[in-house]
């Protein structure tokens, strides 16, 4: 069976597809330097899968680290999850997130072309399609134009160098996945998505409303030309998300293949408030308040290119996701 290292594997997603490839009889180890996510998700994993990961608590920023975990590891595969992600701090700090996301990857890049290691996934965004003429993003689009924010760019430029280093690296295959909105939490309540510092997406700030961190939500706009005005996103549930991984391990070949990981079906911030309250059986507290600078009124994945070619789709819905959420968050306050 393979092995697979997994850099930010005790982040949200990467702890998710830790899971799912531990269940799948892959060996895994891990290795994060913890910037954005705790070390008990380790016995986390271990408590869902009964195998416990090898963790390495290590900065992709130290080369020499790196290399004597991959040089010892032995892997088959890498899948790279390690990275800044927060769209607002990388438009005031972009040296922060080109240094760390790009250097990071570049370091992780040379180690595995030192050791031999030559199948790669990697989570890229729907962010790298910027604005475009229709609101269904497909892989054929052209990227990088209009990208609003340096974390996007890192997206867009480490996409670029992977699709470099395989074509001077004929034995590298290499996937690109490019992520709708991730979403939801392990059925087993155990994992989620438990950012530090103050969030910016939808679901951590409905979370953080619902366990009274923050007051109320702030819709941002209603008069969008979207049926009930607000901004529709394409939301994916992060287990559909981690499977999405396993299956492209199973369809690794020679070049970069790429993929959108989304459900194809958007859903709009009045829908997700709406599926929270049906979820919870309370009322969400919000406010409508003016539209956000840089967002799109609507965007959502064809999968369809997944579906053929990788015989994914997604299955949960984001009812699925509010459940799994509730549940998760419900557990972390009993602990
Ligand atoms: P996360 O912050 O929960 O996980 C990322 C992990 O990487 C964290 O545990 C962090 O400590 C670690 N990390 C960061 N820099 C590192 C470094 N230099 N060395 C070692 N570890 C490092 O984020 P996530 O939501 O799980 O996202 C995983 C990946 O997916 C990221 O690359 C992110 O940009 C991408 N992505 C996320 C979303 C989303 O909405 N969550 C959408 C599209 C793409
Ligand atoms: C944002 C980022 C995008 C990134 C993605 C996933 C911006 C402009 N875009 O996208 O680059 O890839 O996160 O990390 O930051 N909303 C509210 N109130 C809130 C928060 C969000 O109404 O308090 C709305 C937003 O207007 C949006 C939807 O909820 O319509 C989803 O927001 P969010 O989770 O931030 O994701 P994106 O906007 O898709």
Redesign the pocket.
Same mark, same amino acid.
């Given at each position: 069976m393979k092995k697979v290292l997994v850099t930010g594997g005790t982040g949200y997603i990467g702890s998710h597809t830790a899971v799912e490839l531990l269940q799948n009889g892959y060996e895994v180890e891990i290795v994060d330097n913890l910037f954005n996510s705790k070390i008990t998700v380790v016995d986390q994993i271990e408590k869902i899968t009964g195998k416990r990961p090898v963790f390495h608590q290590v900065d992709l920023l130290d080369a020499t680290q790196l290399d004597q975990i991959v040089a010892n590891g032995h892997f088959d595969s890498v899948i790279h999850f390690a990275g800044l992600?927060a769209? %607002?701090e990388s438009v005031e700090k972009p040296l922060d997130y080109y240094r760390n996301n790009i250097t990071g990857t570049v370091n992780l890049l040379e180690s595995m072309k030192k050791n031999g290691v030559n199948e790669f996934i990697f989570s890229s965004?729907?962010?790298v399609y910027g604005v475009q003429d229709s609101p269904e993003y497909i892989e054929t689009m052209t990227t990088g134009a209009n990208i609003?924010?340096p974390? %996007?760019r890192t997206?867009c430029f480490i996409e670029e160098i992977v699709k470099d280093y395989s074509v001077a690296n004929p034995e590298f295959k290499a996937v690109l996945l490019r992520?709708? @909105?991730?979403?939801g939490a392990h059925p087993s309540g155990l994992i989620g998505e438990d950012p530090n510092g103050i969030p910016? @997406?939808?679901?951590?700030?409905?979370m953080r409303v619902m366990d009274g961190r923050i007051a109320k939500?702030?819709?941002?706009?209603d008069d969008y030309p979207t049926e009930d005005g607000?901004?529709? /996103?394409d939301?994916i549930h992060v287990v559909d998300l981690a499977k999405g991984h396993m299956a492209a391990l199973e369809h690794m070949q020679a070049g970069t293949q790429i993929f959108n990981l989304g459900s194809g079906k958007p859903s709009?911030?009045k829908e997700?408030i709406a599926a929270f309250e049906k979820a919870s059986g309370e009322a969400l507290p919000c406010e409508v308040?003016p539209? /956000?600078? %840089?967002?799109?009124p609507?965007?959502w994945a064809n999968p369809s290119k997944a579906e053929r070619e990788l015989g994914w789709r997604t299955v949960l819905t984001i009812d699925d996701a509010m459940r799994d959420t509730i549940n998760y968050l419900n557990k972390v306050k009993e602990n």
């Open positions: 992600k769209v %607002g965004s729907a962010t609003s924010s974390y %996007g997206k992520y709708f @909105n991730p979403i910016n @997406n939808l679901m951590p700030i409905i939500l702030q819709i941002y706009g607000t901004c529709r /996103r939301y709009s911030v997700m308040g539209r /956000r600078a %840089g967002d799109l609507e965007f």
